[in-house]
């Protein structure tokens, strides 16, 4: 297979990547190791962010200090700045493509609070926007000629002379190995709060493949540590409801009705001290009761199906259990200002990179707005890249390699459960790497995480079909998986501060001194990781000396 861009990823950032890669005349397909209505950006109910008029409302520089303020000096103050100067430009581009946002009477788009901000201007579809947006997206990709090639997934990055030549990829259907040679790639493949498998609201696909292939092919991975626990989801299945829910009104209480926390503070803060309320021996409640019929089927659709289809509640009457579940990582691999990587021509965006937009901890609503934003200029900037590249050799030893691997794992003498070894990492990283942490659960994460690596060779297929072999995946989704819970429980260890979603209870302060950096991973062999901080000197004092001045 030959394209000028290869995207891998269907979520709002690879679609945009894609399209705008396509609208410059080049060929160019997506890579979905499912189908892209099921990506994490489908699923992204409550909205995205932007100032739509800068009035004495809302001003750019609070939805930047807000997102500043969020990230815990570690927010990367000119990403910030582009990302937010161009959320307007692409909430327009996106109802020029036919997204119908909620409206105001007088016409203009409707927003809602979300937690951690200081005005309304969250835009909204209901509490379905994620859906809406990718649904848009995919139509205009297909519209476009836009290859999409569903149930393949990227297995690694392949390289001639350091330069970059191909991914390769397992195609489902019949479990082969097969290359795509390209110009220019860009990874937007999602990222990795789906190791904490039971307790996470990612589907079964979010293993980190992206990442663990970017660590493989010589790429850094900065702040894995920042793992966001969304505060409200369901008590069994973790399933989330929206914060829309919450930026409409509804409360958090326990069993005896009191409301013992702030419901729109950061997502760290919320989640944290709904633990620590369970800690005490309370169960955790969603209120809806008071917002009547009429506002949630109006505005609330999806809670109340969540909720009836998920617990069996009905929440115009009756109190809803939650607890905060695995949402949404903040580290990925590295890439610059304009989404390029460590290896020339391959692009980042959305979840799986670290673009320094987020920081220490994301705001609600600022992930479609990344996923978007810099989705187009990945599909730019690949797009020139491709323009002015060239073709190079894929190594096909790789190819016959990796397809030996694949048969190992298919015809081998199996020793495990793979769906037992599953949950019981994500119970594990859950317990140990959750919501608070401190050494000795970190380095119990970390002993097991390291016994898993070992028996992993012990895990092969029971059914030897070859025919959409869901074992074959998730065997290879797991061990990626292993990957990045060893990257990121080693950060863990390595930040010996408590900062946004990373709490440790054994250093439960904030210290600028030594841990105002960025936590960056290097593979120096294939059992070796080095961790370095990097970047002391924070863009948080260009943002300070912006506000001081009132230029922002």
Not at 65 to 94: H, P, Q, W, Y
Not at 132 to 151: A, D, H, P, W
């Amino acid at each position: 297979m030959l394209y000028d861009v290869v995207v891998v990823g269907s979520g709002i950032s690879g679609l945009f990547a894609a399209l705008n890669a396509r609208t410059e005349g080049l060929s160019v397909a997506i890579i979905s190791k499912s189908t892209p209505l099921r990506s994490n950006s489908a699923v992204a109910s409550g909205g995205i962010n932007a100032v739509m008029k800068a009035t004495r409302y809302d001003l750019y520089r609070q939805h930047i200090s807000d997102t500043m303020n969020s990230a815990s000096k570690l927010g990367r103050f000119s990403a910030i700045s582009d990302m937010v100067c161009g959320a307007s430009d692409i909430i327009n581009e996106l109802q020029s493509m036919g997204v119908v946002f909620d409206s105001e009477e007088d016409g203009s788009i409707a927003q809602r609070p979300f937690g951690g901000t200081t005005a309304k201007r969250t835009c909204y579809i209901a509490d379905r926007t994620g859906a809406s947006i990718t649904q848009t997206l995919l139509m205009q990709c297909r519209k476009e000629g836009v290859e999409i090639f569903s149930n393949h997934v990227m297995l690694d990055i392949t390289t001639f002379q350091e330069k970059l030549s191909g991914i390769t990829i397992l195609r489902r259907r019949d479990s082969q190995v097969i290359a795509f040679a390209c110009k220019s790639l860009v990874l937007a493949g999602g990222g990795y709060a789906g190791i904490y498998r039971g307790h996470s609201t990612n589907s079964q696909e979010s293993s980190g493949d992206v990442l663990a292939a970017a660590l493989r092919a010589g790429m850094r991975l900065v702040n894995t540590e920042f793992v966001q626990f969304h505060p409200t989801t369901l008590l069994k299945s973790g399933t989330l409801i929206s914060e829309a829910a919450r930026g409409e009104g509804a409360y958090i209480v326990d069993e005896t009705g009191e409301r013992f926390t702030n419901e729109l503070q950061t997502r760290d803060k919320l989640s944290r001290d709904i633990v620590w309320h369970q800690l005490q021996g309370h169960t955790v409640y969603l209120d809806f009761r008071h917002l009547g019929e009429e506002l949630i089927n109006k505005k609330l659709p999806s809670a109340r199906k969540h909720a009836l289809n998920g617990a069996g509640i009905d929440i115009l009457t009756e109190l809803l259990p939650i607890t905060p579940s695995a949402h949404y990582t903040m580290g990925g691999i590295y890439s610059s200002g304009d989404t390029s990587s460590d290896i020339k021509n391959i692009f980042v965006c959305g979840e799986c990179a670290y673009s320094g937009v987020h920081g220490a901890n994301r705001l609600g609503g600022n992930s479609l707005l990344e996923g978007a934003y810099f989705g187009k200029l990945a599909g730019i900037n690949a797009a020139n890249a491709a323009k002015n590249g060239k073709y190079h050799p894929i190594d096909y030893a790789l190819v016959a390699k990796q397809s030996r691997y694949v048969e190992q794992i298919l015809e081998g003498e199996n020793r495990f459960n793979i769906n037992t070894m599953r949950t019981n990492l994500g119970n594990n990283l859950y317990r140990n790497a959750g919501v608070f942490r401190d050494h000795d659960s970190l380095m119990n994460a970390l002993d097991y995480v390291h016994y898993l690596m070992k028996v992993s060779s012990g895990l092969c297929c029971v059914n030897k079909e070859r025919s959409d072999n869901v074992e074959l995946m998730s065997i290879i989704e797991f061990k990626n998986a292993l990957v990045v819970a060893e990257a990121m429980v080693m950060s863990s260890l390595a930040r010996k501060e408590s900062r946004g979603v990373h709490y440790r209870d054994d250093y439960p302060q904030q210290d600028d001194k030594y841990f105002n950096a960025d936590t960056i991973i290097r593979r120096l062999s294939a059992t070796y990781l080095k961790i370095s901080f990097e970047g002391y000197l924070s863009s948080d004092w260009s943002h300070r000396l912006r506000r001081f001045f009132h230029v922002l």
